[in-house]
């Protein structure tokens, strides 16, 4: 039986926008799949990814002011938590939790983040372009993970270390 392929993402975040805004292209079809906000003007950093129609499929919420602790919700449902260490030291290395699976998502350097279960198996990938005048990475999720969830925890990983770049 072979492996089933990874969904992939091409994030990019909008130049000219009053908020962050992250325009959301599946990688196969090169056609743009969501939308991804994040609030401003808050304590608590929040962002929501929305379909083509405009409906809200996930959010993502930080605790107040250090957001080291995110919850992934889908309507009133939590699918989701990631917890980032309070200091960062060699290399950055944190747990997601995503619909009942666990990971650990690790990096030397803080740019491709790849989140593994506890056999091994890789969940999601995320792999930032640096370089770019406009903030651009590529998500790949990979089976039986659901693509939105994992693109949800690459939104928060992205605004915990990188929102200073920006």
Request: proline share 4%.
């Amino acid at each position: 039986m072979a492996a089933q392929q990874p969904y992939g993402f091409q994030v990019k975040q909008r130049i000219l926008a009053f908020r962050a805004t992250y325009d959301i292209i599946d990688e196969a079809t090169g056609q743009q799949v969501f939308v991804a906000k994040r609030k401003i003007m808050t304590l608590t950093p929040t962002l929501w990814i929305e379909n083509m129609q405009g409906q809200e499929v996930a959010r993502v919420k930080g605790n107040f002011l250090i957001g080291t602790n995110w919850k992934i919700s889908q309507g009133a449902n939590l699918v989701g938590s990631i917890k980032f260490p309070l200091i960062r030291l060699c290399g950055i290395k944190f747990d997601v939790e995503l619909a009942g699976n666990n990971y650990t998502a690790s990096d030397i350097l803080g740019w491709s983040f790849t989140a593994r279960d506890y056999s091994g198996n890789v969940g999601f990938m995320l792999d930032k372009k640096v370089f770019r005048i406009k903030d651009t990475y590529k998500v790949e999720v990979y089976p039986p993970l659901e693509p939105v969830l994992a693109l949800a925890a690459a939104l928060a990983i992205d605004s915990k270390f990188y929102q200073g770049n920006r």
